[in-house]
């Protein structure tokens, strides 16, 4: 059974810290592993996604890392925001087209900013 | 450009009743998905459409149904509802069907008394 285990479950940081969250899968055929950010109430926006090939990938202060052959995954918030107060949601897709795109969401990690 | 568009934002419903939800693709996007998020969970997926074909089908009993239309804007249905059907419907578009990055759309979120 294809599954994502995300943590911790949730994290509380100052503002202006650090913070990394981590994501474990075990989805077969691996396709690509997305992260996405969703704030309270609203649908998730992609933060980045890489295939097999790619073991990190940043956008603006977030970076992802990729470790295919254990099957982890992290997401690095580098100098935390209020804003980047959310949940993020890691998301890994099955490889095989013709069986429809197949994603397997893990629960998500709530992350909040304090000032 | 507009992002996905849901509607209704927000709905309450009692139990029995039947719900339609709308959701319209990004311009050009040709697959549309439908997931459901249940408070402090990760969403699960209910349905993919592409081409206004069903190409997935999450694990729903048969009270959820979902179509496409010409314009590619799509509509799920859920019947019979119950009160574990609250939940927070969202509704992604792709260019294709497959790898392509899945947009969210704001969700629109059920209440069943």
């Known amino acids: 059974k294809n599954q994502v285990e995300q943590s911790p479950q949730s994290l509380i940081i100052l503002e202006g810290k650090n913070c990394t969250l981590q994501c474990n899968y075990t989805v077969s055929p691996f396709s690509n592993l997305r992260w996405y950010k969703q704030d309270t109430g609203r649908g998730p926006v992609s933060l980045t996604i890489m295939t097999f090939s790619e073991n990190t990938k940043s956008n603006g202060r977030y970076t992802a890392t990729l470790d295919a052959d254990t099957k982890q995954s992290s997401l690095h918030i580098t100098a935390s925001q209020l804003s980047d107060s959310a949940s993020y949601i890691c998301v890994v897709s099955a490889g095989i087209k013709a069986a429809g795109n197949k994603l397997t969401f893990g629960g998500g990690t709530r992350v909040l900013v304090k000032p | 450009d507009a992002g996905v568009t849901q509607s209704p934002t927000h709905l309450i419903k009692t139990r029995g009743q039947q719900v339609t939800l709308r959701c319209s693709p990004i311009?050009?996007?040709?697959?549309v998905s439908w997931y459901q998020q249940v408070l402090g969970q990760g969403p699960q997926f209910i349905f993919q459409?592409?081409?206004?074909?069903?190409?997935g089908r999450g694990n729903f009993p048969d009270r959820f149904s979902a179509r496409q239309f010409p314009n590619y804007s799509s509509e799920l249905n859920v019947n019979a509802l119950l009160l574990g059907d609250s939940a927070l419907y969202l509704c992604?578009?792709?260019?294709?069907?497959?790898?392509?990055?899945?947009?969210f759309g704001p969700g629109t979120r059920l209440l069943v008394l």
């Open positions: 311009s050009g996007h040709k697959s």
């Open positions: 459409y592409y081409e206004k074909e069903e190409r």
């Open positions: 992604a578009s792709s260019l294709e069907w497959g790898r392509e990055t899945q947009y």
